[in-house]
């Protein structure tokens, strides 16, 4: 006679509630629709342009008269919602070209809004795209000036809105940056854009291929001085708090995938809506790997995504997300 160590067995069988692919779905727990992606676009100065990113297969830089098209097959697929990066036709040592009116990204979200009035506009708030040096904010010697950069960010989460933004999104982390933008917002009569904060922003390996897609690499020296800690987990509950108390009405935590314990405090701590980012380099290691046929691109891309929502994530920031509302229908 088998001698069983659970005194359970054979009442209690988990496998009872696996045998086909319609028991599985009844009880499932986590699940993943088209709703719960946000798409990230990068837009450019010019006309007609669809320009591919090498480091980032499947993605382009738009002109704005093209990124109407590609948002209108995202939405086809189900997509929801985008959040727009811009690329200046100059640049200078504070970033000046961010809250210009006629930037791209100012004209791409009046654009979107004018097409498609439902679509939600998400807008990046950073000075790295537009600065000389690549850092997210003026300098003062070799440091990055927080109170300077908190006045031009502002500025430019209030050109966003002025455009039409449904919501901001700082990432550069500054000090004191959700309070500086929900300030000029609300003096500017912008009470109702939102804020969706980079509260948990961690400096990244995994940002090289968005570097490229963005040409925001730093000049010298890197972001380490600003962007938090890959070691520190406590710091990261400290950095959401104080993004809570200044007037976020999102909290992202950034990237994802190799921060997913990181997600997983954030929603058991915090009650407001949580995304997170499946940043480039998660995205690019995983399309070389199926390019070369080493992992199933659909299998792996579906479990990857799952893991973020079932950690906790309410929305994904992904490049993944026309294909996965594709095989998602």
Avoid at 34 to 47: A, K, T
Avoid at 186 to 197: A, H, P
Wanted: proline share 5%; glycine share 6%; net charge negative.
């Amino acid at each position: 006679m088998m001698n069983f160590s659970s005194p359970n067995f054979p009442l209690s069988r988990m496998r009872r509630l696996r045998g086909s692919a319609e028991l599985r779905a009844l009880v499932r727990e986590t699940h993943l629709s088209p709703n719960d992606f946000c798409y990230p676009l990068f837009v450019v100065p010019g006309e007609n342009l669809a320009q591919p990113i090498g480091a980032l297969p499947g993605q382009n830089r738009w002109s704005v008269d093209k990124v109407i098209g590609e948002v209108a097959a995202a939405m086809a697929e189900g997509i929801r919602s985008v959040i727009l990066f811009g690329l200046p036709e100059s640049k200078d040592s504070e970033g000046s070209q961010a809250f210009s009116s006629e930037a791209p990204v100012q004209r791409a979200v009046r654009e979107l809004k004018r097409s498609f009035p439902n679509l939600v506009v998400m807008t990046d708030v950073c000075l790295c795209q537009y600065t000389d040096h690549g850092h997210c904010g003026p300098l003062c010697g070799h440091t990055v000036d927080n109170d300077a950069a908190l006045e031009i960010l502002a500025k430019t989460a209030v050109s966003h809105a002025q455009a039409g933004a449904d919501l901001v999104a700082p990432s550069d982390m500054m000090d004191g940056r959700v309070a500086a933008i929900r300030a000029a917002l609300d003096q500017s009569g912008f009470k109702d854009t939102g804020i969706l904060s980079y509260a948990v922003k961690f400096a990244s390996a995994y940002y090289g291929p968005f570097r490229e897609a963005a040409d925001s690499k730093p000049s010298f020296g890197d972001r380490r001085s600003y962007q938090m800690d890959s070691a520190n987990r406590r710091e990261a509950l400290r950095e959401a708090a104080l993004d809570v108390q200044e007037g976020a009405d999102w909290l992202m935590v950034k990237p994802a995938l190799a921060y997913l314990d990181i997600l997983r405090d954030l929603r058991e701590h915090f009650a407001l809506p949580l995304a997170c980012y499946n940043v480039s380099g998660e995205y690019s290691m995983l399309k070389a790997a199926a390019a070369n046929g080493w992992l199933d691109e659909k299998l792996v891309t579906l479990e990857t995504l799952l893991s973020m929502k079932r950690a906790g994530a309410d929305l994904i920031l992904t490049y993944h997300a026309r294909e996965a509302a594709r095989w998602l229908a």
